[in-house]
């Protein structure tokens, strides 16, 4: 034993163990290393000359800094700004809707007085072994929901998944049963139950689904391709997604932009796109990272 300032006592590392645990700290910031390099190259890309990109590739040093692609993007930004309020505004009502209804739903399946709860469980359940197909989802959600050209036609397929509705229910079973009673008894309905007892124990299980949520919905753009015509309404990614696809010099001067052709970065213009693209979905994690593996660990073990 060896003994602290303080008067107490702590056990001393042997050499293996210290071994082991450097060995394990240089393998998990190799790791990271690599998990960031391609976004520290796809900064440092975006920075780089058109004439250098051609010539040698993406590079992670530049021999020349370049705003070019910055300048091109913001020179006239409306498009890139009506894609932000567009993929604004579906993650934020898409994950807030989407926690609404797979927490109550969570909330339902685990009540013990629900009579048919095992039964919707496997009808939900039976969902994750089919999928519905392409053609009659397109049907359903142009035919009959009308969500041609509507922004809410990204926002409603992906509206509930039943693998969240799960991680609520299995949550809901780390919640004693005596907090449903004693508010019960106290003359709560079901909803207030739901809404003062389950909701401020859930944060965790609830952050953990509004992350996936947010994510899927800030990095949506196949539904766009598939319902949306107007272009004030494509979301980011897929404006995103348009411009890594812009070939010609009259494509992207179509695109309302009036700049030199002869210097027109079309190359690392997609680095910039990526840029304004992923940066801000990437301060919501620090939030709910804290969170995440208490939700996900609690969902997955509670039987």
Known sequence: MK???????????????????????????IFALLCLFPFVLMISSSFMTEREIVAEGYKLFPKELSLA?????????????????VTIFTTIVGTVLGLFTMSMAGYVLN?????????????????????????????LNVRYLHLKDSIWAMIIPGLISAWSIFLMRNFMKSIPDELYESANMDGAGAFTIYRKVFMPLAIPSLATVGLFLALGYWNQWYSASLYIDTPSKYPLQYYLQKMINQTSIEALTSQG????????????????????????IILLYPFVQRYFVSGLTIGSVKG
């Open 257 to 280: 932009h009036f700049i030199d052709v002869n210097t027109i970065p079309t190359q690392s213009v997609k680095m910039a796109t990526a840029v304004l693209t992923t940066g801000p």
């Open 69 to 85: 692609a910055y300048k091109y993007l913001l020179d006239n930004p409306k498009k890139l700004i009506d894609a932000y309020k």
């Open 111 to 139: 009540r013990k007085d629900f009579k048919y709860r095992n039964f919707f469980s496997f009808f939900i359940y039976f969902t994750t072994l089919f999928s519905e197909g392409l053609v009659p989802a397109y049907i």
């Open 3 to 29: 003994k602290n300032h303080q008067g107490g006592s702590s056990i001393k590392m042997s050499k293996g163990n210290r071994a082991l645990s450097i060995i394990c700290y240089v393998v998990i910031g």
